[in-house]
C-alpha cells in the first residue's frame, strides 16, 4: 500500500508521518491508552504546527520540523480501529514504511521509559495490530511509551483506560519530552540513531 522507497537517498522533501495513537474525546484525553496523542500534541506545540486539518478520520498537522517536512496524524476513529485512517493517509502523501512513525503506550514497559523499534510485532496492541492489518507490514518504525502494567488483579482494559495517577504524571511530565526529543532525533538521523540514544534507561 506504501509508495516505493528511494534506496538512493530520500528526494528533498520527502515528508516523515508520525501517528499517535489513542481515543477521540475529552473524556480519554489524560487515559493512559493515550499516551501517543498526548506526546505528539506536545510535538506540534513545540514546533507551532496545529491540528487544523481534517481527512480520512483523522486529525492532520501539517508542517516543518527543521528542515523536515511532517505530517502528524491523530485517528478519530476508536483505538482499535486506527489503521483506517493511518492506511489511508499513507497512501494519499505516499509514504514509505520507514519515513512512518507510530507513537503508543506499552504495558510492558515500566511508567518511565521509552523503546524505539524499527519494526516488528503488534505485541498485542490493538490499535498497532490495526495499522498491520490495514498497511499489509510491520516493517515501520514504532516508539513505545512505558504505563506499566495495572495493579493486582486490575483488568488491563480498565487500567489503559484510567488517567495516570498522580506519582505517574510527575513522571509522564518528563516523559513525554522525552519521547518529543526521541522524535525529533528520528527526523534528524534515523531509527538507529535515535535507538542508540533513547533506549537505555532514563528515569
Not at 8 to 17: D, H, N
Not at 49 to 77: E, N
Not at 99 to 116: K, S
Not at 124 to 134: A, L, M
Request: net charge neutral.
Amino acid at each position: 500500500m506504501f509508495g516505493t522507497a528511494n534506496h538512493e537517498g530520500e528526494k528533498p522533501g520527502t515528508p516523515k508521518m508520525i501517528v499517535g495513537l489513542g481515543n477521540p474525546g475529552a473524556r480519554y484525553a489524560h487515559n493512559r491508552h493515550n499516551v501517543g496523542f498526548q506526546c505528539i500534541d506536545m510535538l506540534a506545540e513545540q514546533h507551532g504546527l496545529r491540528f487544523d486539518r481534517q481527512r480520512d478520520k483523522a486529525l492532520l498537522a501539517l508542517g516543518h520540523i527543521d528542515s523536515h517536512r511532517v505530517i502528524l496524524v491523530k485517528p478519530i476513529t476508536f483505538m482499535n480501529d486506527s489503521g483506517v485512517a493511518v492506511a489511508a493517509i499513507a497512501r494519499f502523501y505516499k509514504i514509505a514504511p520507514e519515513n512512518l512513525l507510530v507513537v503508543y503506550d506499552d504495558l510492558d514497559l515500566p511508567v518511565g521509559r521509552i523503546r524505539l523499534r524499527p519494526q516488528g510485532s503488534s505485541g498485542g496492541h490493538r490499535g498497532v495490530q490495526s495499522i498491520i492489518d490495514r498497511l499489509g507490514t510491520q516493517s515501520f518504525p514504532r516508539l513505545r511509551v512505558g504505563i506499566g502494567r495495572p495493579p493486582g488483579r486490575m483488568d488491563p482494559i480498565d487500567y489503559v483506560l484510567q488517567d495516570f495517577s498522580p506519582e505517574q504524571e510527575e513522571i509522564m511530565t518528563q516523559v513525554r519530552d522525552r519521547a518529543v526529543q526521541a522524535i525529533e532525533c528520528w527526523l534528524r538521523q534515523g531509527i538507529e540513531e535515535a535507538m542508540n540514544a533513547f533506549n537505555g534507561p532514563s528515569l
